[in-house]
């Protein structure tokens, strides 16, 4: 069953030069001739301990080990355990095997703290800084990172280092737009404005509704009898006086999800069962009290007649990196709202 680990999920990050350089270097580390070369060789090496076992990159949060000690960062440790559901098998850990799980893998706090602590390069300068004080100096204070023109809200694009601002924006001529040119710019961000407000009206209407109901789902994992392709499905349950399930699929139009690092999980929400007429629902999803991922606001709305699956949509996740953190579980549990349009 184990395979060799070629076919182990390796998602790339762009973080983590200093560990990269330590893979570079190999064990002669002659790249940097600087007089700090002793230090330069023992955070390398520390790089290289404490570094994740799938991606091999030092773990930017929390860090989880095998029962037998080995490291993975938390992106790599979820995306261990979606990959295992999405193929019906056990997780393993990469380096020895061993099943890995949330039951029998734990956190490692010395490693995290010890992570935080190693020297890590500025990716705008040439600064140096502790791995907990690196974000903050590269949003915030480095002099070379790339920042906006004040007066972008009048439609400067200028970006640059931080550095050149004040001079950019001495010289800038956004300001000095005529007033035309601003009353044309004022009415564009009101129709932004506007769109994002229609979506809370339309909310704000459809709980006026006389007809109103939530449900709280679990997807569980099935396969096809044929394919053996992966889907979930929730118990059927019943709205409106009608009985509905909702099916969902990994990546849709690909047949082996795990082949990719882009997850995406869309769902058909079916009536199942044979009302008189036409049914028109909305429904919006939300986090619910067993949900793991927030959801965006969303509306969506069919016109449902008998045994009809709407067409798919995707699963309006708030934060899409959440796709694999749902999968990782052995049911993904949410909110359905639903509200019947009335007659
Ligand atoms: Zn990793
Ligand atoms: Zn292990
Ligand atoms: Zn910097
Ligand atoms: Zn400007």
Same mark, same amino acid.
């Given at each position: 069953?184990?395979?060799?680990?070629?076919?182990?999920?390796?998602?790339?990050?762009?973080?983590?030069?200093?560990?990269?350089?330590?893979?570079?270097?190999?064990?002669?580390?002659?790249?940097?001739?600087?007089? #700090?070369?002793?230090?330069?060789?023992?955070?390398?090496?520390?790089?290289?301990? +404490?570094?994740? =076992?799938?991606?091999?990159? +030092?773990?930017?949060?929390?860090? *989880?080990?095998?029962?037998? #000690?080995? +490291?993975?960062? =938390?992106?790599?440790?979820?995306?261990?355990?979606?990959?295992?559901?999405?193929?019906?098998?056990?997780?393993?850990?990469?380096?020895?095997?061993?099943?890995?799980?949330?039951?029998?893998?734990?956190?490692?706090?010395?490693?995290?703290?010890?992570?935080?602590?190693?020297?890590?390069?500025?990716?705008?300068?040439?600064?140096?800084?502790?791995?907990?004080?690196?974000?903050?100096?590269?949003?915030?204070?480095?002099?070379?990172?790339?920042?906006?023109?004040?007066?972008?809200?009048?439609?400067?694009?200028?970006?640059?280092?931080?550095?050149? #601002?004040?001079?950019?924006?001495?010289?800038?001529?956004?300001?000095?737009?005529?007033?035309?040119?601003?009353?044309?710019?004022?009415?564009?961000?009101?129709?932004?404005?506007?769109?994002?407000?229609?979506?809370?009206?339309?909310?704000?209407?459809?709980?006026? *509704?006389?007809?109103?109901?939530?449900?709280?789902?679990?997807?569980?994992?099935?396969?096809?009898?044929?394919?053996?392709?992966?889907?979930?499905?929730?118990?059927?349950?019943?709205?409106?006086?009608?009985?509905?399930?909702?099916?969902?699929?990994?990546?849709?139009?690909?047949?082996?999800? %795990?082949?990719?690092?882009?997850?995406?999980? %869309?769902?058909?929400?079916?009536?199942?069962?044979?009302?008189?007429?036409?049914?028109?629902?909305?429904?919006?999803?939300?986090?619910?009290?067993?949900?793991?991922? $927030?959801?965006?606001?969303?509306?969506?709305?069919?016109?449902?007649?008998?045994?009809?699956?709407?067409?798919?949509?995707?699963?309006?996740?708030?934060?899409?990196?959440?796709?694999?953190?749902?999968?990782?579980?052995?049911?993904?549990?949410? $909110?359905?709202?639903?509200? +019947?349009?009335?007659?």
């Amino acid at each position: 069953m184990a395979e060799a680990p070629d076919s182990e999920p390796v998602p790339s990050s762009s973080k983590g030069n200093l560990l990269e350089d330590a893979q570079d270097e190999g064990p002669s580390p002659k790249k940097r001739k600087t007089e #700090g070369e002793e230090i330069d060789k023992l955070e390398h090496r520390l790089g290289g301990i +404490l570094c994740c =076992a799938v991606c091999l990159d +030092l773990p930017q949060a929390a860090v *989880y080990q095998c029962s037998n #000690g080995h +490291l993975m960062c =938390a992106p790599c440790f979820t995306h261990l355990l979606a990959d295992a559901r999405l193929r019906d098998e056990s997780a393993s850990c990469p380096n020895c095997r061993i099943e890995i799980s949330k039951a029998n893998a734990s956190r490692n706090l010395a490693v995290e703290k010890a992570v935080s602590e190693l020297p890590s390069a500025c990716r705008h300068c040439t600064g140096v800084f502790p791995r907990h004080s690196l974000q903050h100096h590269e949003d915030q204070t480095c002099e070379q990172r790339v920042t906006g023109c004040r007066y972008a809200c009048l439609g400067c694009g200028w970006r640059g280092a931080a550095a050149a #601002g004040a001079a950019h924006e001495a010289a800038c001529a956004h300001p000095r737009q005529s007033a035309a040119d601003l009353v044309e710019l004022l009415a564009a961000r009101e129709r932004q404005a506007a769109d994002q407000l229609l979506l809370h009206s339309q909310l704000l209407g459809l709980l006026s *509704y006389e007809k109103i109901t939530f449900t709280d789902l679990q997807l569980k994992p099935y396969r096809t009898e044929e394919l053996h392709k992966l889907y979930y499905e929730t118990s059927r349950f019943s709205a409106f006086g009608q009985q509905w399930l909702v099916k969902a699929f990994v990546n849709k139009h690909q047949r082996d999800p %795990t082949q990719s690092a882009q997850r995406e999980i %869309t769902y058909q929400l079916i009536l199942k069962s044979k009302p008189g007429g036409a049914v028109g629902v909305w429904w919006m999803w939300a986090r619910g009290p067993f949900g793991e991922a $927030r959801m965006s606001a969303s509306l969506a709305q069919h016109a449902f007649r008998e045994d009809e699956a709407a067409p798919a949509r995707a699963l309006p996740l708030a934060d899409p990196a959440d796709a694999n953190r749902l999968l990782a579980n052995k049911a993904i549990h949410f $909110r359905l709202i639903m509200f +019947l349009s009335p007659k």
